[in-house]
């Protein structure tokens, strides 16, 4: 219940998510078009939102523990190189996995 705010903070930014103990895991759907630096964007700043609400809760988001999947069919690889996400002050690769 405590953290049920956060739930509010990721429906914000239109995207979806579980819950399970103290883990959230958040997932999107995407089209072969939706721009990648759309997808980033809008990732990003619900991060930056999450992380913002945790430090004013006295939390912490553990940036070094936040993983990213892309699931991919063969199909969009050519589309999709580089996919990096911004995590605080540093960035991740995504880890893709090909359908």
Do not use: R
Request: hydrophobic residues 35%; contains cysteine.
């Amino acid at each position: 219940m405590y953290t049920k705010p956060v739930d509010e903070i990721i429906k914000q930014h239109n995207i979806k998510y579980h819950c399970y103990a103290y883990d959230t895991h958040v997932y999107m759907t995407l089209k072969p078009c939706d721009k990648w630096d759309d997808i980033s964007f809008s990732n990003e700043a619900c991060l930056e939102d999450i992380s913002i609400w945790m430090n004013t809760n006295m939390l912490k988001l553990k940036k070094d523990k936040t993983k990213f999947t892309v699931f991919l069919s063969k199909q969009h690889v050519k589309k999709t190189e580089n996919l990096l996400i911004k995590v605080g002050s540093s960035y991740k690769f995504f880890h893709v996995i090909y359908l």
